[in-house]
């Protein structure tokens, strides 16, 4: 236990040092041979590395329409309802988030709008690691399918030769997702980014993963023009912030269930009760033996740090200092409070609200950004899949007036050109009029 105002400035900000993000020279080099790889060969690179790093003997790339079809009859009844009660709710969020165009008059004459387009195309992203992970089918699918993009491309590694599992395929479904891709790592970003005769070529890459993946979505982004990703991403992380009648169970339930993501996951609990802390390390202790990815979690509470803040008010300036991706109050009365809320990801109110509720089915995005990030990038929304634009319309009068706004500034500017382009409709006006 750390208590946050009997320690120098220095140990304050060590206990809230993140994990060093693996962002070597090395994994950079390695992607860049893997794009370059992608880039020549396309469709066999992609087939050579499935045998390389995932172990598949007679790897493909696209999966038959025919089985993403068929999966949900291989899914159980509880899994099947699972996967549509967290589709329905998070397509009802991010429904209400469709955008609408505006129209209006700056001055007489002079009409401005904004325009919402969808991109086009867009790829997503979804990690295969030791566990399928359909939740992050529905969290991006969800949004690419409401946006109306036209190309759609997914793609997920898939180890040795078992087929592609049927709750990933099914979320698909749902999304109205019919590209899927087995396929993986640094490899299936550069796929997305350059095209292959298998995999189409997108304008956004959505979705998180590892390093490699992570560093080669910040390299399509950096060198190919119009390329973009969602953003950057780092290891998870949680930040509980608990009072003095706060149920240690509960708060130990909510650091493991991040602590088990990776071994470089973070946890930080905030508490103006040392009783409630000693209490929950308590706890820690006995649920952990009961995880089976412990040996991860105990590894991710190494990172981690318990604070002693003199005040709850003190605890949401040490939040805003950590900018955690998850934030939750565990408070008797939150409301308070959350006009205190600064740089967090997500928030979960109260003791009914447990993060793994935002990370499968409550309807908001569990794709949030981490690693301090939260202090200027957004969960991810609906308007990530769209682009917007803008569009005048000036009538003669109407330039006529704002030709006195434009030829000034103009002139200040030393643009003759741009006062040019003003001054000879004025001409052309006036000589209408002769």
Known sequence: MLRWNEVSTDAQAAALMRPAVSASAEVEAICQAIMANVKEQGDTALLNMAKQYDNRETPRLLVPLSEINDAEQQLSSEL????D????NVKRFHQAQLPKDIKLSTQPGV????????IEAVGIYVPGGSAPLPSSVIMQGVLAQLSGAKTVVLTTPV??????NPAILYAAKLCGIKTIVESGGAGAIAAMAYGTDSVPKVNKIFGPGNSFVTMAKQLVAQTIPGMAIDMPAGPSEVLVIADERANPEFIAADLLSQAEHGTDSQVILLSNCALIIAQTEQAIERQLTALSRRDIAAQALANSSFILVDSIEQAFDVSAQYGPEHL?????????YLAKVKNAGSVFVGDYTPESAGDYASGTNHVLPTYGYSATYSSLNLLDFFRTYTVQTITENGLKNLSK?????????GLDAHASAVKVRLEAMNRGNE
Do not use: M, R, V
């Not at 180890?159 to 592609?164: A, K, S, T």
């Open 80 to 83: 099947k309802y699972a996967i």
């Open 85 to 88: 009660t967290a589709y329905a």
């Open 111 to 118: 009409l401005c709008e904004l325009k919402y387009q969808a």
């Open 159 to 164: 180890q040795g030769d078992l087929p592609i």
């Open 328 to 336: 939750i109050l565990q408070l008797a009365d939150a409301n308070p």
């Open 405 to 413: 706004a434009i030829l000034p500034l103009a002139d200040a500017e």
